[in-house]
């Protein structure tokens, strides 16, 4: 029973976080002068009030799906991936260069260049991986760090070695070689449906099969798991490089189908927000991915709401921030130890009802 109720609060927790934030944001929009209500059917209207709203909402959700997962699943195994912004765009890079470089085009140039950045991804995450389970260095630290030598490689390649030009970008990805819109008058590519199909792989795996069970037991007490002979650092290191993998691929895949070219700001801040969605979604992978879809419902709403009542975009910004600080906080308070004995002195009072 305290299990299930504890259930029942990470569920809890994140929806009053989200009302409480909407709520908080309703105020600040009548102090600002405009309707809430207007400013909040116009917000929902924005994001999927048309075909061409619901794509752009799907298309920046794309991004954060990947990254959150990426950091859900490190997490699961107990270890802390920082560098879910790296290793997407790492695998971006290595999508401009497949696409540019080989000569290759069409499909196989799409599957190529997918498959290079969910390699070169995952190969960027193993680098922190093998550091923490060989020299016991902190991941987190050297995890951030490797998002700026990333972003720093972006740089040379799109000022110097794949220039276009006298303008500081890359060349665009070919037409031919780029992801094709999954429905005629939608924005969203078929990145958005490979990134659906993984957070179902990963929600398998991870609860469904042997392995998923070990990797999450690693996370849960590495010391039992050792000890019960799980292979607790070729699980750690195995969640680096699948997480790695998968920001990876979600960098290829924003390369083919929405930016097609690298230049400076490129997936800016996406690894961070993808930590925040997965924390948000109690690292659940089918509850992670509707948490990202709501947060780029916000950012594609704003504009519509702005135009519509004048209410600025920061707000939907402001919004966001008050999820995940509720969240947060929401998670902590339940895991104070008074907490948890409030829980349990509940459940041994219904279990003791039901046997009278």
């Known amino acids: 029973m305290a299990k299930s109720g504890k259930s029942l609060i990470g569920f809890i927790v994140p929806l009053l976080s989200i009302l409480l934030a909407i709520a908080i944001g309703a105020v600040i929009m009548a102090c600002l002068g ?23 909402t799907l298309t920046k959700a794309t991004p954060l799906i990947f990254t959150s997962l990426c950091a859900c699943f490190a997490y699961k195994c107990g270890v802390f991936n920082l560098g879910g912004e790296g290793q997407f765009i790492i695998g971006s890079i ?3 260069y497949v696409t540019l ?17 969910a390699v070169c991804g995952g ?57 094709p819109r999954m429905i005629t008058g939608m924005r969203m590519t078929w990145g958005f449906a490979i990134a659906i199909a993984l957070g179902l792989i990963i929600y398998y795996f991870l609860y469904r099969t042997s392995g ?15 000890f019960n002979g ?47 969605m997965a924390l948000i979604g109690q690292l659940q992978p089918i509850a992670t991915i509707l948490v990202a879809i709501f947060f780029a419902a916000l950012r594609a709403g704003a504009t519509t709401m702005q135009a519509a009542t004048g209410v600025p975009t920061s707000v939907s910004d402001i919004i966001q921030a008050l999820v995940i600080v509720f969240t947060v906080a929401g998670m902590a308070l339940t895991r104070l130890s008074s907490f948890e004995a409030f829980l349990l002195r509940h459940s041994h009072k219904k279990e003791g009802g039901k046997s009278a």
């Open 34 to 56: 405009a309707n809430p209500a207007v400013a909040l059917k116009s917000l929902v209207t924005g994001a999927f009030g048309s075909k061409p709203n619901i794509g752009t």
């Open 94 to 96: 290595a999508a401009c």
């Open 101 to 117: 470089t080989t000569g290759i085009t069409g499909v196989p140039a799409m599957l190529i260049a997918l498959a290079a950045g």
């Open 123 to 179: 190969v960027w995450g193993f680098i922190p991986g093998i550091l923490k389970i060989t020299r016991g260095q902190n991941e987190m630290i050297i995890s951030i760090m490797f998002n700026y030598i990333a972003t720093l490689l972006m740089g040379v390649v799109y000022t110097n070695w794949l220039r276009d030009g006298s303008v500081p970008q890359t060349q665009s990805v070919p037409k031919e070689s780029q992801l």
């Open 212 to 226: 998923g069970f070990k990797l999450r037991a690693v996370g849960i007490n590495a010391t039992a798991a050792r």
């Open 230 to 276: 799980f292979p607790v650092k070729r699980f750690i290191l195995l969640s680096f490089v699948i997480s790695g993998a998968i920001a990876g691929l979600g960098g290829s895949a924003e390369l083919l189908g929405t930016q097609f070219r690298l230049i400076n700001g490129f997936a800016s801040g996406y690894g961070f927000d993808g930590v925040a």
